[in-house]
């Protein structure tokens, strides 16, 4: 499984605890990982009034977070990652911008082939 990551911030070992979190539960991860579409990113531009799916919203709201994208990496018809940004502004995430991580998830999709 590729599993590298970059963290930036002040927040960044709480998110590295997170992650170990979510390594720990990977027989759950994987399989969501399987079934997302790898056309359609997951945006919640308001923490607050996310939905149930986002297990970690409470904590990224703990921790500053308003706002998070995820964006599958596609190749070959499905998701075989995630780029996940996360923002301490909701309303982050607007149609260009989206478009733009949409973009740059096939390149990668495309460079990993």
């Known amino acids: 499984m ?14 590295l605890e997170m992650d170990g979190a979510l ?4 027989q759950d991860v994987l399989p969501a990982l399987r ?4 056309a359609v990113p997951v945006i ?3 923490l607050t009034t996310q939905d149930a799916s986002l ?23 499905a998701a075989i990652g995630v780029i ?8 982050t995430f ?4 989206v478009d733009i991580l949409r973009e740059l998830a096939g390149n990668l999709g495309f460079a990993l082939k």
């Open 94 to 97: 607007d149609n260009a911008e």
């Open 23 to 26: 390594l720990s539960e990977q």
């Open 35 to 38: 079934g997302l579409d790898p």
């Open 55 to 77: 297990r970690s919203g409470e904590t990224l709201l703990k921790l500053g977070y308003q706002a998070c994208a995820l964006v599958p990496i596609p190749l070959d018809g």
């Open 44 to 46: 919640c531009n308001d």
């Open 84 to 91: 996940s940004l996360l923002s301490t502004c909701s309303g």
């Open 2 to 15: 590729l599993r590298p990551f970059g963290l930036h911030g002040s927040a960044a070992a709480p998110l």
